[in-house]
């Protein structure tokens, strides 16, 4: 996940390839509650890790059910059987509308019925989403329920300690027009109390979001509750209802999550050699809802092929085509569709969205907001949004090829791309969807990157997101930026180079160590590395020809030499000198060439080393030349080596790195210098974090990000 504040795409190009969705949340939440109402112990697999998921389990452990984790996604729910283990707890359960509404009612019965209290909480958004519709229906109920701060808002007190008669003779009326989350809750909880007679549910008011009750009434007939249903109006949980586990059960990857993907299938080119972008884990048998975003993905001209567990999206129609559309049954993957109708021929209007203004932001308005960010027209009502390309239909295909103005390469600020598209910095609001939708329009054909704002909220539901764009995503190397820090040894290039990259959620390039890991393996096979015998060409060769068939793996903090771990033996003195010599044989830095060149991935690379700005990369955007004083450097390596336990002699080393620096200056091939457009950086009198804040803020500098 990028815990980033921000996280800057490069401009995409083509997709293709195969990915496999996180569990639903939707599903993830409902089928954890069930498990810990139900008779009996529960196997989850396939569970969605994510906030919410989180929330609702922490919440159920609060209540003393015992969940444990069996597997990455998968974990075993020690049922409850309807039983309160718990009489008293404050749960807090984030902004998840999936735990807030179904816990509200579940522990409502159950407070009542059995005596008990308890206090749920949110984050400040989740004191603004309404409850009050669900409230009221518990307190028709003869629940005790209080809303703390705001009447119809959370935080609720729910129960009073004491045993109250709930009246059940009634039909519950329940209005269904604000979230259809609050007849949900009523369906997972009346069946804790429907030992002595029917119970009814009425809708006071048209049910918006369907499919979510579908969800739900497909989930309790796996838990052995089957509801009978007169339309939409009316539902009847019979007599003697009761939660039985079903043993196992498998989430499906989240339909919702299905729809950027899906959408990235429509925009994108394939990339070559691949057939589009391949999604397991959900197909057209899906029980959720948005499965239906299908459809409406094919209406804009998405080629879909959909088996029961697994779809297959390619590019159909292009540019996409403008629709005009009903959205109240796939309200969250509706959301797409409005990054969708920026890649149109015309004018698309979503319909029947108002459930979007009381979501985890007003997402009528973030849409609205972020569409004419990018240059879009766009016309928001009550419960639609309407949006037009920017300057009318997008013209022409985004295609592979270069860049006419490069990623890379600085626009102005607030500058207009080709095709009225503007670089945008995007907020996202806290709503993972938000951040999700909009890093579809990196592929924007005006080639412009797209700064996402707070790229973390995606861990609501979907924490590894961009990752996964990015596995199935390909642009022109060009177009990935890299920053290079050159510069002679101890000046603290790798610690800046490790900085600047987590900073900005690049990819890290220890060039050095490929050099380090050569000495090393060199070391190991017997082959010398003094200077005279690498003036040998035979002996040259044979070093090119070691580093050709290197055997390493980077895995996060550690290098692996064929299948040892070397991180520790990599950093000592020695291997530092042997690199210095083998780094001047030629053979051996065109050898190493490749594997450096593959480190450019998405979304950018800072590459740490003495010829990153002037040979590797000679194109970079950014090349800092990074150096101190030779007393400072000897001084700062000193530390380092003594703070590690390595004895170290100070003399000794200042003469070792003045000999480094002559050599790595000095040699024929790639030698140190700076590159002719390299800013340079003397930190002598630097620390750390102001050799960082200098570097991010030339970065900084050379983008055309508008600040908001
Ligand atoms: N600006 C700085 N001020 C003080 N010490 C620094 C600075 N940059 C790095 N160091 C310290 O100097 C040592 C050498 O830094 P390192 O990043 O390993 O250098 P290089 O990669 O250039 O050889 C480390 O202990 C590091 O913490
Ligand atoms: N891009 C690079 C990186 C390192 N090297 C060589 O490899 C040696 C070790 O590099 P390093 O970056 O790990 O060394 P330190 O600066 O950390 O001491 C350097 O002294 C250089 O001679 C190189 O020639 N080209």
């Known amino acids: 996940m990028y815990s980033i504040p921000s996280l800057d795409l490069p401009p995409l190009a083509t997709a293709g390839g195969r990915v496999r969705l996180p569990g639903s949340k939707s599903i993830s939440n409902r089928v954890l509650l069930l498990a810990a109402l139900s008779e009996g112990p529960t196997q989850v697999d396939d569970l969605l890790d994510s906030d919410d998921t989180r929330v609702m389990l922490d919440a159920l452990r609060a209540l003393g059910c015992q969940i444990d984790t069996t597997g990455p996604q998968s974990v075993r729910v020690q049922g409850m059987g309807g039983r309160l283990a718990v009489r008293e707890a404050a749960l807090f359960l984030g902004n998840a509308g999936t735990a807030m509404r179904p816990l509200t009612a579940a522990l409502a019965l159950m407070a009542t019925a059995q005596g008990a209290r308890f206090e749920l909480s949110g984050v400040p958004r989740m004191h603004e989403r ?77 049910l918006i979001s369907k499919p979510y009750i579908e969800i739900t009434l497909n989930l309790l007939e796996r838990f052995g509750v089957r509801v009978q249903r007169d339309g939409w109006d009316r539902f009847t949980i019979a007599r003697g209802s009761r939660y039985t586990s079903p043993g196992r059960i498998a989430v499906e990857a989240d339909a919702s999550s299905a729809s950027y993907f899906i959408a990235l299938g429509a925009i994108a080119a394939p990339t070559p050699g691949t057939d589009g972008i391949a999604i397991d884990g959900i197909g057209l048998s899906s029980i959720q809802g948005d499965i239906r975003f299908v459809e409406a993905a094919r209406l804009m001209g998405a080629d879909i092929v959909g088996e029961d567990n697994a779809l297959r999206v ?92 490069g990623g890379s390469e600085p626009h102005e600020v607030g500058s207009v791309g080709a095709h009225g598209w503007r670089q945008a910095t995007i907020h996202t609001y806290d709503d993972h969807r938000v951040a999700m939708c909009f890093s579809l329009a990196a592929f924007n054909p005006a080639q412009l990157p797209v700064r996402i704002d707070d790229p973390k909220c995606v861990g609501k539901t979907f924490p590894d997101y961009f990752e996964t764009l990015f596995s199935v995503c390909r642009t022109p190397a060009e177009r990935i930026p890299v920053i290079c820090i050159d510069g002679p040894t101890a000046s603290g290039k790798g610690t800046l180079a490790a900085e600047v990259a987590s900073t900005l959620g690049y990819h890290l390039l220890d060039s050095g160590a490929l050099y380090r890991l ?43 030499l064929e299948g040892e771990d070397v991180t520790e033996a990599l950093r000592a003195e020695a291997a530092g000198m042997a690199a210095s010599r083998v780094s001047a044989v030629p053979q051996v830095r065109a050898a190493l060439l490749d594997l450096q060149l593959n480190f450019r991935h998405l979304p950018g690379l800072v590459a740490d080393g003495r010829d990153m700005g002037t040979v590797i990369f000679p194109g970079a955007p950014l090349k800092v030349y990074l150096t101190a004083s030779a007393e400072q450097r000897a001084l700062r390596r000193h530390k380092q080596l003594i703070s590690k336990g390595i004895p170290a002699i100070l003399a000794d080393l200042l003469a070792d790195l003045q000999a480094r620096d002559a050599r790595d200056m000095n040699r024929t091939h790639a030698p140190l210098k700076p590159a002719e457009d390299a800013v340079l950086l003397d930190n002598s009198h630097l620390d750390i974090e102001q050799s960082v804040a200098r570097v991010l803020d030339w970065w900084h500098g050379k983008q055309a990000f508008p600040v908001r």
């Open 130 to 206: 309404p409850i009050g519709d669900l409230v009221d229906a518990l307190r028709q109920l003869g629940c005790p329920v209080q809303c703390l701060h705001n009447e119809g808002y959370p935080p609720l007190r729910i129960g009073d300690g004491q045993v109250h008669p709930l009246r059940l003779d009634a039909p519950i009326r329940v209005r269904g027009d604000v979230s259809s989350q609050f007849l949900t809750a009523l369906l997972l909880a009346l069946p804790l109390v429907a030992q002595h007679g029917d119970v009814v549910i009425e809708m006071a008011t048209e």
């Open 518 to 560: 050569v000495g090393l393996a060199a070391e190991r096979e017997g082959l010398s590395t003094t200077e005279a015998d690498l003036r040998d060409p035979a002996h040259a060769e044979r070093m090119g020809e070691l580093a050709a068939r290197l055997d390493v793996r980077f895995t996060p903090g550690k290098t692996w």
């Open 314 to 405: 390619r590019r159909g129609a292009w540019p996409l085509k403008a629709i005009d559309l009903d959205c109240n049954h796939i309200p969250d993957a509706a959301m797409t569709l409005a990054v969708m109708a920026l890649y149109a021929d015309g004018t698309t209007t979503l319909r029947n969205i108002a459930s979007w203004r009381v979501k985890e932001t007003d997402r009528i308005a973030a849409m609205a907001t972020e569409c004419r960010q990018l240059g879009a027209t766009v016309e928001e009502g009550a419960d639609f949004i309407r949006i037009t390309p920017p300057r009318g239909p997008a013209a022409g295909p985004p295609q592979g090829g270069t860049a006419p103005s």
